[in-house]
């Protein structure tokens, strides 16, 4: 008979203690709430960006052929001068090696001309030829001399094709990315290389459209290395693309670094933060945050009454374990943070006190 009592007689006092608080006409729905206050709040953007030459250009040839070395890597820095690929330069050398040839057959017919022309010159001073004769020489010497000039541009166009068959870094600077490989068959500016120019560099991230057409964001961001944080920068916003990313939502964004460190590498992945206008909100922790008609939406404590009711808000931005809102509630008000799926409309609640167990 003990051993039954024992079972039964902690459950027999709890009723007899909620009998007793109902008959006391005190709810039993436990809740734990906040005091809703305005903040000025600052908000931060961070995200991860990559460290770009501020110009770069691609290389290519400027005549087509098929590529015979390729003397550098994508990574490798080069000096002014380099040469950093060459064509097969058989077909350009033998047509400078023709164009070479005409120039000397032209040479020889204008030199004739020339001779020509002097001599019927004379003899046409002295009276021993007619002017008709002297008229043809001249024109024969015009005309030669047309063909050599046509013939020593030929040969000029052949001798730059020839230095065509090559692609020279025009400066000092960093080739980023390779785009073909030996043996393959290039076109007339098909891109061969990737090439950044030695000194200033920029960060590159996708932000958010949100960003911009939604804040009066001051893009001042501050910088620092994924992989060394104590590595740091600060960059400013210097050019936004004009086109959104029609599958990310998001702009191409550049901030040029101010005086980077050199541990800022191309290619290195930082992380940038910029800081968001204050604006006057009220900050609420997620929990409180409830749903209703598909809005968002919080259960406000009436202090007369002892009852909640459910209330829509506007969300100015959700934050990891917060949110922040613009209107739908005022300073003052008790807005339940625990509990309150188990709330409807009009319910008497009890608010507890100290923290959360």
């Given at each position: 008979m003990s051993y039954v009592t024992n079972i039964f007689l902690p459950t027999i006092l709890s009723l007899t203690l909620l009998s007793g608080t109902q008959a006391l006409g005190k709810p039993l729905t436990l809740v734990r709430a906040t005091t809703v206050t305005r903040e000025d709040y600052a908000a931060a953007i961070t995200l991860t960006g990559e460290v770009v030459a501020r110009h770069s250009l691609n290389l290519s040839f400027r005549i087509g052929g098929q590529i015979s070395e390729i003397l550098v890597d994508?990574?490798?820095?080069?000096?002014?001068?380099?040469?950093?690929?060459?064509?097969?330069?058989?077909?350009?050398k033998a047509d400078l090696a023709a164009a070479?040839?005409?120039?000397?057959?032209?040479k020889s017919q204008l030199l004739l001309a020339q001779s020509?022309?002097?001599?019927?010159?004379?003899?046409?001073?002295?009276?021993?030829?007619?002017?008709?004769?002297?008229?043809?020489?001249e024109?024969?010497?015009?005309?030669?001399?047309?063909?050599?000039?046509?013939?020593s541009a030929q040969l000029e166009l052949a001798q730059n094709a020839l230095g065509f068959t090559q692609i020279i870094a025009p400066e000092a600077?960093?080739?980023?990315?390779?785009f073909t490989e030996e043996g393959q068959i290039t076109q007339v500016a098909q891109p061969v290389f990737t090439f950044a120019r030695n000194g200033a560099r920029d960060a590159v991230f996708?932000?958010?459209?949100?960003?911009?057409?939604?804040?009066?964001?001051?893009?001042?961001?501050?910088?620092?290395?994924v992989e060394n944080p104590e590595a740091k920068s600060s960059c400013i916003l210097r050019e936004v693309s004009p086109v959104i990313n029609p599958y990310t939502g998001t702009v191409h964004v550049k901030c040029g670094i101010m005086n980077p460190p050199s541990s800022f590498t191309l290619a290195s992945v930082v992380s940038g933060t910029a800081l968001l206008p204050e604006k006057s909100l009220f900050v609420l922790p997620w929990?409180?945050?409830?749903?209703?008609?598909?809005?968002?939406?919080?259960?406000?404590?009436?202090?007369?009454?002892?009852?909640?009711?459910?209330r829509t808000i506007d969300v100015e931005?959700?934050?990891?374990g917060k949110i922040l809102v613009r209107t739908g509630i005022s300073e003052g008000e008790i807005v339940i943070t625990e509990g309150a799926k188990f709330l409807r409309e009009e319910m008497a609640v009890t608010i507890l006190e100290g923290a959360a167990k």
């Open positions: 994508a990574g490798d820095h080069v000096e002014a001068g380099t040469v950093l690929a060459r064509l097969d330069p058989q077909l350009q070479e040839a005409s120039v000397e057959a032209a020509e022309f002097e001599r019927n010159k004379d003899l046409l001073d002295q009276g021993f030829t007619t002017r008709a004769i002297f008229d043809r020489s024109v024969a010497l015009a005309s030669a001399t047309g063909d050599f000039e046509a013939i600077g960093t080739v980023t990315q390779k996708d932000v958010y459209e949100a960003v911009f057409f939604q804040q009066n964001v001051n893009f001042t961001v501050e910088l620092s290395l929990e409180a945050m409830t749903s209703y008609d598909g809005n968002p939406a919080v259960w406000v404590y009436d202090k007369n009454t002892g009852t909640v009711s459910i931005q959700y934050e990891t």
